[in-house]
C-alpha cells in the first residue's frame, strides 16, 4: 500500500516530476512483496504449501527481474543526489531528461536480461529426488538444491554475476555518500547538517540492510548457511525494505508529505461541494 501510495502521488502531482522523485517512482514498482507475499498468504492461510512448476518459474523470473533492477536504481538514485548535492549548479545538465532516461532503462533492461538468462539456466538442470523446498520462495539457492547435476560453472555465473549486480551497485552507493557526508560537513547551518545526516543515514540503512543480505544470499548460491539462516536473510531484502522503503524515502521527506496533503485536501474539497 505504501509503494502504491508514491507511485500514485508522484503520478498526480506534477511538481514531483523531477529525477528523484521519478526515480523514486520506479523503485516502488519493483517490489519484492508483490512477488512473494501472495503466494505466502495463500499458504499461511489455508496450509497448502503445494507451488506448480510453472508458478514457480514466474516467482523466480520476477525476483531476479525486480531485484536486479532494484540494485541499478538504487545506484542511479544515489548518483543522482551526489550530483544534486555536490554539484548543485550544474545539476540540470548533469541529470537532463536524456540521462535520466537512460539511467532508467537501462535498469530495467538489466534487470530483464538477469531474470531471463538466471531463471532460464536454473530451470534447463534436471530435478531428482525431493521436490520440497526448504524456503518462503522459489529463489535461486533453494531451487538448486533440488538440482541432481554439476553446478560449478552456474555457481561461477553467480558469483561474478552477484559482484557486478550487488557490489559493485553498493561500493557506488557508498563512494557517493561518501561525497555527499564531505559536501554536507562544508554546510554552514548546524540544522541543515542534522537532517542532511539524519537522511543519509537511513538511507544507508536501507540500502546496506538490501544489499548486505542480498549478496549473502547470491553470492554462494550453494552456502553452508542453514535453512532457517537463509529464510531470515531473504525476509530481509524481499519483505523488509520494500516495507522501509515507503517510510524512509516519503514520510521523511517534507515534499511528498506536502504533496500528499495537497491531494487529500482536493478530494476533502471535492467531496464537500
Not at 531485484?67 to 543526489?81: I, K, N, P, S, V
Not at 550544474?90 to 531528461?97: D, E, H, L
Amino acid at each position: 500500500m505504501g509503494n502504491a501510495i508514491i507511485i500514485f502521488i508522484i503520478y498526480l502531482e506534477k511538481s514531483l516530476h523531477v529525477p528523484m522523485y521519478l526515480f523514486l517512482q520506479n523503485l516502488s514498482v519493483v517490489s519484492f512483496s508483490a512477488v512473494i507475499m501472495p503466494e505466502m498468504l495463500v499458504v499461511l492461510s489455508t496450509e497448502k504449501t503445494l507451488i506448480s512448476f510453472v508458478s514457480c518459474f514466474a516467482q523466480m523470473y520476477f525476483i531476479l527481474f525486480f531485484g536486479g533492477t532494484e540494485c541499478f536504481l538504487l545506484g542511479a538514485m544515489a548518483y543522482d543526489r551526489f550530483a544534486a548535492i555536490c554539484h548543485p549548479l550544474s545539476y540540470s545538465v548533469i541529470m537532463n531528461k536524456s540521462v535520466f532516461t537512460k539511467l532508467v532503462m537501462y535498469s530495467w533492461a538489466l534487470g530483464f536480461m538477469l531474470g531471463t538468462v538466471q531463471t532460464s539456466w536454473v530451470f534447463s538442470f534436471p530435478f531428482c529426488g525431493s521436490n520440497e523446498i526448504n524456503h518462503i520462495s522459489c529463489e535461486t539457492p533453494a531451487v538448486l538444491e533440488l538440482v541432481c547435476a554439476d553446478t560449478f560453472l552456474f555457481e561461477i555465473y553467480a558469483f561474478t554475476g552477484t559482484i557486478l549486480i550487488i557490489v559493485v551497485p553498493f561500493l557506488l552507493i557508498l563512494l557517493s555518500y561518501i561525497r555527499i557526508l564531505f559536501a554536507i560537513l562544508k554546510m554552514p547551518s548546524t540544522t541543515g547538517r542534522q537532517k542532511a545526516f539524519s537522511t543519509c543515514a537511513s538511507h544507508l540503512t536501507s540500502v546496506t540492510l538490501f544489499y548486505g543480505t542480498a549478496s549473502m544470499t547470491y553470492l554462494q548460491p550453494k552456502s553452508g548457511y542453514s535453512p532457517e539462516t537463509k529464510k531470515l536473510m531473504s525476509l530481509s531484502y524481499s519483505l523488509l525494505t520494500p516495507l522501509l522503503n515507503p517510510l524512509i524515502y516519503s514520510l521523511r521527506n517534507s515534499e511528498m508529505k506536502r504533496a500528499l496533503m495537497k491531494l487529500w485536501r482536493r478530494k476533502v474539497d471535492l467531496h464537500t461541494i
